[in-house]
Nanobody, 115 residues
Framework: QVQLVESGGGLVQAGGSLRLSCAAS????????MGWYRQAPGKQRELVAL???????NYADSVKGRFTISRDNAKNTVYLQMNSLKPEDTAVYYC?????????WGQGTQVTVSS
């Protein structure tokens, strides 16, 4: 079993920054991709950013140039640096980890951006 612990969400004014962290522990043999998704009220969950084990990343168009994903493989931790936040970034953010044939979701952390 794999456990994911997220932290770093909160309330911030538009234009501000937040940094999310997600630490994976448990029965991890090899972590492949690690990433962040978000779900706003009344909307489907969507990909925000994803990074594979080789360090290649991809981003949703809506966050390109503002968000940066990074990971520490030794710590099985993935980060999301969010700058220039906008009210439309308000959502519950979930980390997702792909290991072997499985994938796991974090419990989610709320990010609220006030205008």
């Amino acid at each position: 079993q794999v456990q994911l612990v997220e932290s770093g969400g909160g309330l911030v004014q538009a234009g501000g920054s937040l940094r999310l962290s997600c630490a994976a522990s448990g029965s991890i043999f090899k972590t492949n991709a690690m990433g962040w998704y978000r779900q706003a009220p009344g909307k489907q969950r969507e990909l925000v950013a994803l990074m594979n084990s080789g360090g290649t990343s991809n981003y949703a168009d809506s966050v390109k140039g503002r968000f940066t994903i990074s990971r520490d493989n030794a710590k099985n931790t993935v980060y999301l640096q969010m700058n220039s936040l906008k009210p439309e970034d308000t959502a519950v953010y979930y980390c997702r980890v792909f290991t072997g044939p499985y994938n796991y979701w974090g419990q989610g952390t709320q990010v609220t951006v006030s205008s």
